[in-house]
């Protein structure tokens, strides 16, 4: 009834155009420098649209009003955040005396405040003093640690109360830079904080605070470096947009950065990348092994007299 045919190949699926994008790859680490506003949650969703890929993770977490180095993980190289995440942290930070707040940050609802205009730089020196080296921390009830099944920033923003067992960390570095007056009898300090995995700043705040029994909160948190990746490596998510690829350390060249290197012959190399066991040499673990083309092969532990693989990075073909 009048129209013109359509040609018969008309009514086939419309084809997908090919990407332009390479196939995912062994992937590698992106050292992000983090900006204030965003959750880990949200650098991780930016890196997986700009790598386009899912396997895309990070290697600890940043509230979000804190910034600086944030090490993402892509494709196979999500296996090393483990490591990562066990990596010593450095931090310029900025406590304020004389407030206390639900969060132990500025996040949070004033819950308490003096006047800490009495207190003098040998006070705060002597209680930064006390706050350094192997301590039992009580982490921030506002907090990713989860309560029976529930984080407790998720309990405690219900209005449940929350207590957190102490933990043992290491604050092998607390120094103090600037001390200043602020108005109304407030008083602001910088430090500088070098210290274990799973230790945290704003709890040092908050217990520095009691301690001179004035209140203490964080009002500004900067990570400065993740073991050995420093904030003057990281790029902003701005720069990475407009990079052909986000991964600015390859996963052999990060493997290499991270781990004690062992190189392995083509023999070596195959059964490592089948998962079996090499022999010892003598290395303390956990190290990367290299095969003979100078791509990482597994992170291996000598144990129980042999070399095992703890993660294998590259498949042997």
């Avoid at 132990?104 to 006047?115: F, I, M, N, P």
């Avoid at 449940?160 to 290491?170: D, I, K, N, S």
């Avoid at 602001?188 to 004035?214: F, Q």
């Amino acid at each position: 009834m009048g129209g013109r045919r359509r040609h018969p190949l008309s009514r086939l699926p419309s084809l997908v155009p090919v990407s332009k994008h390479a196939p995912p790859g062994p992937g590698g680490l992106v050292v992000v420098d983090k900006p204030g506003g965003m959750t880990s949650h949200d650098v991780v969703a930016r890196v997986r649209r700009l790598a386009h890929t899912r396997r895309v993770g990070h290697g600890g977490t940043l509230d979000p009003m804190a910034t600086g180095v944030l090490v993402i993980g892509v494709e196979r190289a999500t296996r090393l955040l483990t490591y990562v995440i066990g990596s010593t942290k450095r931090y310029s930070a900025t406590i304020r005396l004389g407030e206390t707040t639900v969060t132990d940050d500025a996040e949070g609802e004033l819950t308490a405040s003096a006047s800490a205009a009495d207190v003098t730089e040998d006070q705060v020196r002597a209680g930064l003093a006390d706050l350094t080296g192997e301590i039992e921390q009580v982490p921030s009830a506002v907090s990713a640690i989860k309560v029976n099944g529930r984080r407790a920033y998720a309990r405690v923003r219900a209005g449940e109360e929350v207590e957190l067992a102490a933990r043992r960390v290491t604050v092998s570095r607390l120094v103090l830079g600037d001390l200043r007056q602020v108005d109304g009898g407030r008083l602001d300090l910088d430090v500088d904080v070098e210290c274990s995995s799973g230790t945290y700043i704003r709890a040092i705040a908050r217990d520095l605070g009691a301690a001179l029994r004035v209140g203490g909160h964080l009002t500004a948190l900067r990570r400065t470096a993740v073991g050995s990746f420093t904030i003057a490596e990281a790029q902003t998510l701005e720069s990475l947009s407009q990079a052909a690829d986000p991964v600015t350390l390859p996963l052999s060249a990060a493997a290499a950065r991270f781990f004690p290197r062992r190189d392995a012959d083509a023999d070596e190399a195959r059964v490592l990348g089948h998962g079996g066991p090499l022999e010892p040499i003598g290395m303390t673990g956990p190290y990367a092994v290299f095969g003979p083309d100078g791509q990482v092969i597994a992170v291996v532990s000598e144990r129980e007299g042999r070399a095992k693989a703890e993660i294998v990075l590259t498949p042997a073909v």
